[in-house]
């Protein structure tokens, strides 16, 4: 795949001077992917299956460059002009994507079992050449190298209670990520940092159906361990447990030839582990960058109301969005020439409103569709 991306980035920043800088980059990114996959199934009775799925894959020849000219200005007085050009190899190890499933049914209880394997790895190295019309040039080498490792399984029971039925489950996911970043020059300090979670889950639905309508009611209860090691010492302050509840509820019902459902649900959206890794890589001279590993989880809770009449679909949805994750900038120096850049939780709650509109006749034998939509945030 050719990714080719120029664009234009003006960055302003206030210490006790005023900093502001004029960036023009293009870049050139092509990758390669190889994949496979072996599967089979079986089935050993009308109640009875299971089945596996192997799936290796490795991208090959993952390299890119980017070019960058830098206007630099203090106080509105030019500062450097720098030009600037980034290569980068990526040597990525074959992963592995192992599933196995059962399904069966014993007695009245219908049983859905999954486990999941994945495993990858990667090392960048990147050249970073700048080139100052007024200060040293600078030959930045630095190597990141990234290994991944999840275990997942989940386990989902289904049974006849009352009128309706009755699902309970459990889900269990841990994964461990070493992520260690290398800078022979010394601009930013090399580090070692190990990333272990695990996460527990059980939850339960019941569901019934009525003549005027169907509905469902469910709970789930999530605990959530994080550990962080830095050169394989384990982190007190970064390392937590988080535990959640989220209930959901939806009704769905016809009026007419018009279907309609309305849900609300709560759930988690997790930071990423680059989000919460802290070590810190080199951007330019005047810019590094890091994770945060204190990032709390986004929790959302979201009310929705869909309806359909023919070829004409209505969806209006309203959520509160807390802890949202933001890519954050930081002063290091008090002149401000020096930026972290990193991400933290927004302290405010985020109300979304959301409306779409789609419309999908059939003419003839064709059958074009059209949408609009709005939405918008209380993001200020």
């Known amino acids: ?46 109640k009875h299956t299971l089945g596996m799925k192997y799936q290796p894959n490795k991208q090959l020849s993952p390299d890119g460059s980017r070019e960058t000219y830098t206007h630099v200005t203090t106080d509105n007085q030019l500062y450097d002009e720098i030009y600037s050009t980034a290569n980068n190899y990526t040597d990525d190890d074959w992963g592995h994507e192992i599933n196995a499933y059962y399904n069966g049914i014993v007695g009245t209880a219908n049983i859905d079992f999954n486990i999941d ?36 399984g989940k386990l989902i029971v289904s049974l006849p209670l009352g009128k309706g039925t009755l699902a309970v ?14 800078n022979e020059e010394n601009y930013v300090p090399t580090s ?19 003549p005027w309508g169907d509905w469902s ?20 302050e970064q390392s937590r447990t988080f535990d959640n509840v989220f209930p959901h509820l939806s009704f769905s019902t016809k009026w007419g030839n018009i279907q309609t459902q309305l849900s609300y649900t709560a759930k ?6 680059q989000q919460l890794s802290n070590n810190v890589s080199y951007s330019d001279r005047f810019t590094q960058q890091k994770g945060t590993p204190t990032l709390r989880p ?53 109300p979304t409103f959301s409306a779409f509109l789609s419309v999908s006749p059939k003419i003839g034998c064709w059958s074009p569709m059209i949408g609009i939509g709005v939405k918008n945030n209380g993001l200020q």
């Open 117 to 152: 394997y994945f495993q990858n790895g990667s090392r960048e190295y990147s050249n970073v050449k700048e080139l100052s019309e007024k200060y040293e040039n600078r030959n930045v080498h630095s190597i990141g190298d990234v290994k991944n490792r999840l275990v997942a």
């Open 298 to 350: 986004t929790i959302i809770h979201d009310l929705s109301l869909a309806a359909v009449w023919k070829w004409l679909q209505l969806s209006l949805s309203y959520s509160q969005t807390k802890n949202w994750i933001l890519y954050w900038g930081e002063l290091t120096e008090e002149d401000g020439s020096q930026t972290m850049l990193s991400y933290r939780n927004w302290n405010k709650s985020i």
């Open 268 to 273: 988690t959206v997790r930071p990423s582990y």
């Open 217 to 236: 009611v469910g709970v789930r209860y999530e605990q959530d361990k994080f550990g962080h090691f830095e050169n394989n010492q384990h982190i007190d």
């Open 192 to 210: 070692y940092s190990k990333l272990e979670e695990i996460n527990a889950a059980g939850f339960a639905e019941y569901s019934q159906n009525f």
């Open 169 to 182: 489950g459990s889900e269990v996911t841990y994964t461990h990520r070493n992520d260690d970043y290398l």
């Open 1 to 46: 795949m050719k990714y080719i991306q120029d664009y234009t980035v003006i960055l302003k920043k206030r210490g006790t001077q005023e900093w502001t800088h004029n960036m023009n980059s293009f870049n050139d990114n092509l990758s390669k992917i190889l994949e496979g996959n072996i599967r089979f199934n079986y089935q050993i009775n009308d």
